[in-house]
């Protein structure tokens, strides 16, 4: 079924609609930054990382812009651990998780018989593979898009804040060479890994290194781990904007379930640096860093900065 569905919303991301939403993420960002309280202590996390996400999932979506934070909220709420601070328990969570299909099944059928947008939701409407899924199939879809396209590129920029605070002379060295920012992107994505694993299912016996595993047996491969392979990547642990095999990372996973959006999560992360370069010295972490309480994502709940101009 996974082929079928993943091609109902591949346009999204072809090079004609990366294309046209360059223009929509360099001016939010510009805008965004812009109103950035230079020599004043914020958090990055909610002010750009989330800010930025939020309103480019919602344009994926056309979903209602007033509404954007509920795309955030509802991605914390299916990641994270039912008795966390986030939730409370898991009769919270799957309470704002049925808000979430409700509300979108509101959206998918305004738009199962209107004009054929580019958008998220009308192609999940209009496709033969995804129009009649049955509730649980559309709110597991709803998730992997909503996480896909707002924990981890929002976790990868203050993860880019957090590398380059940790190794200044790596943010001296791309202001020097600001060619290096696409290199410099793939480095964080690695260094940073925003989903430390995945779990699959053999589908027939072999061997995992000296491993023997069976068919039917469930194995988690740890992105987070493969990433600082030190027979892959020198100095794995070190954040390194040169390193010429950066993208190699297992990040994004591969195969059929390579990750949908790599080019729009690469063009938010390429256009944020190409316009933080343009206006300030350096960005520097002033307090404590708070993670997000998860094994599976990788992230921040808060970062408190101050720019340098």
Same mark, same amino acid.
């Given at each position: 079924?996974?082929?079928?569905?993943?091609?109902?919303?591949?346009?999204?991301?072809?090079?004609?609609?990366?294309?046209? !939403?360059?223009?929509?993420?360099?001016?939010?960002?510009?805008?965004?930054?812009?109103? #950035?309280?230079?020599?004043?202590? $914020?958090?990055?996390?909610?002010?750009?990382?989330?800010?930025?996400?939020?309103?480019?999932?919602?344009?994926? $979506?056309? !979903?209602?812009?007033?509404?954007? =934070?509920?795309?955030?909220?509802?991605?914390?709420?299916?990641?994270?651990?039912?008795?966390?601070?986030?939730?409370?328990?898991?009769? +919270?969570?799957?309470?704002?998780?049925?808000?979430?299909?409700?509300?979108?099944?509101?959206?998918?059928?305004?738009?199962?018989?209107?004009?054929?947008?580019?958008?998220?939701?009308?192609?999940?409407?209009?496709?033969?593979?995804?129009?009649? +899924? %049955?509730?649980?199939?559309?709110?597991?879809?709803?998730?992997?898009?909503?996480?896909?396209?707002?924990?981890?590129?929002?976790?990868?920029?203050?993860?880019?804040?957090?590398?380059?605070?940790?190794?200044?002379? +790596?943010?001296?060295?791309? =202001?020097?060479?600001?060619?290096?920012?696409?290199?410099?992107?793939?480095?964080?994505?690695?260094?940073?890994?925003?989903?430390?694993? /995945?779990?699959?299912?053999?589908?027939?016996?072999? /061997?995992?290194?000296?491993? %023997?595993?069976?068919?039917?047996?469930? *194995?988690?491969?740890?992105?987070?781990?493969?990433?600082?392979?030190?027979?892959?990547?020198?100095?794995?642990?070190?954040?390194?904007?040169? =390193?010429?095999?950066?993208?190699?990372?297992?990040?994004?996973?591969?195969?059929?379930?390579?990750? #949908?959006?790599?080019?729009?999560?690469?063009?938010? /992360?390429?256009?944020?640096?190409?316009?933080? #370069?343009?206006?300030?010295?350096?960005?520097?972490? *002033?307090?404590?860093?708070?993670?997000?309480?998860?094994?599976?994502?990788?992230?921040?709940?808060?970062?408190?900065?101050?720019?340098?101009?």
């Amino acid at each position: 079924e996974h082929g079928p569905q993943r091609k109902a919303v591949t346009k999204i991301v072809a090079p004609t609609s990366l294309h046209n !939403f360059e223009n929509i993420i360099r001016s939010r960002t510009q805008t965004l930054l812009d109103s #950035l309280p230079v020599g004043e202590e $914020f958090d990055w996390v909610d002010t750009v990382s989330i800010e930025l996400t939020t309103q480019m999932l919602a344009t994926l $979506f056309d !979903f209602p812009f007033e509404d954007r =934070r509920k795309l955030t909220r509802w991605s914390d709420v299916s990641v994270a651990e039912a008795d966390s601070p986030i939730v409370g328990s898991q009769e +919270q969570r799957i309470s704002e998780l049925m808000e979430c299909l409700e509300y979108f099944k509101r959206l998918k059928e305004a738009r199962k018989d209107g004009p054929a947008n580019l958008d998220l939701v009308t192609m999940l409407a209009q496709d033969a593979a995804t129009a009649d +899924q %049955p509730d649980s199939v559309f709110l597991g879809t709803l998730m992997l898009l909503i996480i896909g396209g707002n924990d981890t590129t929002r976790n990868t920029m203050s993860g880019s804040i957090n590398a380059l605070h940790q190794y200044p002379e +790596q943010m001296d060295l791309l =202001r020097e060479k600001p060619e290096l920012i696409d290199n410099m992107v793939s480095e964080v994505v690695r260094w940073q890994t925003p989903l430390s694993h /995945m779990r699959r299912t053999v589908v027939e016996d072999t /061997m995992i290194g000296n491993q %023997p595993v069976k068919k039917g047996d469930k *194995v988690v491969m740890w992105y987070y781990s493969g990433n600082r392979d030190e027979s892959i990547f020198e100095n794995a642990d070190a954040f390194d904007i040169t =390193r010429s095999n950066a993208r190699n990372s297992v990040s994004f996973g591969f195969g059929v379930h390579r990750c #949908l959006g790599i080019r729009l999560a690469e063009l938010q /992360m390429r256009i944020l640096w190409q316009e933080i #370069l343009a206006r300030w010295t350096k960005i520097e972490i *002033v307090g404590d860093v708070e993670r997000v309480e998860s094994n599976f994502v990788n992230g921040y709940s808060k970062m408190p900065v101050r720019i340098i101009k």
